[in-house]
């Protein structure tokens, strides 16, 4: 009984798999080791799950026909959580044929994969809040609708949505897309925000504040995110008869913070002063996001706990060890 988990060496999915394996589970982890940034922390990541025993990790494609099954050969598959992806917002707008291979036909290989499995008891996959669009309607709700994008990226995860609720519907598969919002936190991600911005910070270099630093964003801790995912994973949507077997959730801190504050915390981590300039808004980004989480808190016993004021100097501890500043 294994759970497969996609974009292992990835942010998420490393902090999910050591979480599944802490449990006694056994995690068979895929990724392709791509290099839309520095390979070297995917292995990095790989490294810390290969601690565990009940770890196998099996480098592959999940776009590539055929690709899934063969690394999940001989292996009983019980449940998927579905992780792999390629983000950002600005990359999609210079790359968007990247996103097309393994946001759509890669999240298709694992619904047909899904759906063979004898044994599945649930498919867990990631969304993203950028399918809100440029919604000012906060906090927002699951409720509120998504056939707005501004961005590619946002598009691809939105019709993600759609390709699993058809396949809840036509093969009865218990799917749950989560809406992750502005995640960060140890093994981060080099692209994002919190990354870019201590980098700078260390480095002496000046931080780009688009829209001029007038921004806010919904900064969740990885912890909370895992927590998340794991409690998601054991409970799988039942059909009312009707409806498919398909749910999708925010997983937010339900706060929406400044920009600028997350820049004083940092500096306050880091214990030096940023440099700033101020840059235009770029394409395909939006001002705000805030999540409504009442439906994650009542179904899936979701309840962040940590605040930037936490999360921040972890991360920044995390930081000066892995890049050994003393």
Not at 22 to 40: C, E, M, Q
Not at 138 to 164: G, N
Not at 270 to 298: H, K, N
């Given at each position: 009984?294994?759970?497969?988990?996609?974009?292992?060496?990835?942010?998420?999915?490393?902090?999910?798999?050591?979480?599944?394996?802490?449990?006694?589970?056994?995690?068979?982890?895929?990724?392709?080791?791509?290099?839309?940034?520095?390979?070297?922390?995917?292995?990095?990541?790989?490294?810390?799950?290969?601690?565990?025993?009940?770890?196998?990790?099996?480098?592959?494609?999940?776009?590539?026909?055929?690709?899934?099954?063969?690394?999940?050969?001989?292996?009983?598959?019980?449940?998927?959580?579905?992780?792999?992806?390629?983000?950002?917002?600005?990359?999609?707008?210079?790359?968007?044929?990247?996103?097309?291979?393994?946001?759509?036909?890669?999240?298709?290989?694992?619904?047909?994969?899904?759906?063979?499995?004898?044994?599945?008891?649930?498919?867990?996959?990631?969304?993203?809040?950028?399918?809100?669009?440029?919604?000012?309607?906060?906090?927002?709700?699951?409720?509120?609708?998504?056939?707005?994008?501004?961005?590619?990226?946002?598009?691809?995860?939105?019709?993600?949505?759609?390709?699993?609720?058809?396949?809840?519907?036509?093969?009865?598969?218990?799917?749950?897309?989560?809406?992750?919002?502005?995640?960060?936190?140890?093994?981060?991600?080099?692209?994002?925000?919190?990354?870019?911005?201590?980098?700078?910070?260390?480095?002496?270099?000046?931080?780009?504040?688009?829209?001029?630093?007038?921004?806010?964003?919904?900064?969740?801790?990885?912890?909370?995110?895992?927590?998340?995912?794991?409690?998601?994973?054991?409970?799988?949507?039942?059909?009312?008869?009707?409806?498919?077997?398909?749910?999708?959730?925010?997983?937010?801190?339900?706060?929406?913070?400044?920009?600028?504050?997350?820049?004083?915390?940092?500096?306050k981590a880091i214990g030096r002063q940023a440099l700033t300039e101020p840059a235009a808004m770029q394409p395909g980004e939006v001002v705000e996001t805030f999540a409504d989480i009442a439906d994650a808190r009542r179904d899936l016993g979701f309840e962040p706990t940590t605040?930037?004021?936490?999360?921040?100097?972890?991360?920044?501890?995390?930081?000066?060890?892995?890049?050994?500043?003393?």
């Amino acid at each position: 009984m294994t759970v497969l988990v996609t974009g292992a060496a990835g942010f998420i999915g490393m902090h999910v798999s050591a979480a599944l394996l802490s449990s006694g589970r056994d995690v068979l982890g895929v990724d392709n080791l791509n290099s839309y940034y520095d390979p070297a922390l995917k292995r990095a990541r790989l490294a810390e799950l290969s601690r565990y025993r009940s770890f196998a990790f099996a480098p592959a494609d999940i776009a590539l026909e055929g690709a899934i099954g063969a690394a999940a050969s001989g292996r009983r598959i019980t449940a998927i959580v579905h992780l792999a992806a390629q983000p950002g917002v600005r990359y999609s707008i210079e790359h968007p044929a990247a996103y097309i291979e393994a946001n759509l036909v890669g999240h298709f290989r694992v619904l047909e994969f899904a759906r063979h499995l004898p044994d599945l008891s649930h498919l867990v996959y990631a969304s993203s809040s950028s399918v809100y669009g440029a919604g000012t309607n906060l906090p927002f709700s699951t409720t509120q609708r998504t056939d707005r994008p501004v961005s590619l990226y946002a598009a691809t995860k939105a019709s993600c949505e759609l390709m699993a609720y058809t396949y809840a519907h036509l093969y009865r598969i218990p799917a749950t897309g989560l809406r992750f919002f502005t995640v960060y936190g140890p093994w981060g991600r080099p692209d994002m925000a919190v990354y870019g911005f201590t980098k700078a910070i260390f480095g002496g270099q000046p931080i780009r504040l688009f829209n001029g630093g007038a921004m806010k964003r919904d900064f969740t801790y990885i912890d909370d995110i895992v927590a998340g995912v794991t409690n998601c994973l054991e409970r799988p949507p039942v059909s009312d008869g009707e409806g498919a077997p398909h749910r999708v959730y925010n997983l937010g801190n339900h706060r929406s913070e400044p920009l600028m504050r997350l820049v004083q915390v940092l500096e306050k981590a880091i214990g030096r002063q940023a440099l700033t300039e101020p840059a235009a808004m770029q394409p395909g980004e939006v001002v705000e996001t805030f999540a409504d989480i009442a439906d994650a808190r009542r179904d899936l016993g979701f309840e962040p706990t940590t605040s930037i004021d936490i999360g921040i100097p972890k991360f920044v501890e995390w930081y000066r060890r892995y890049h050994k500043i003393d």
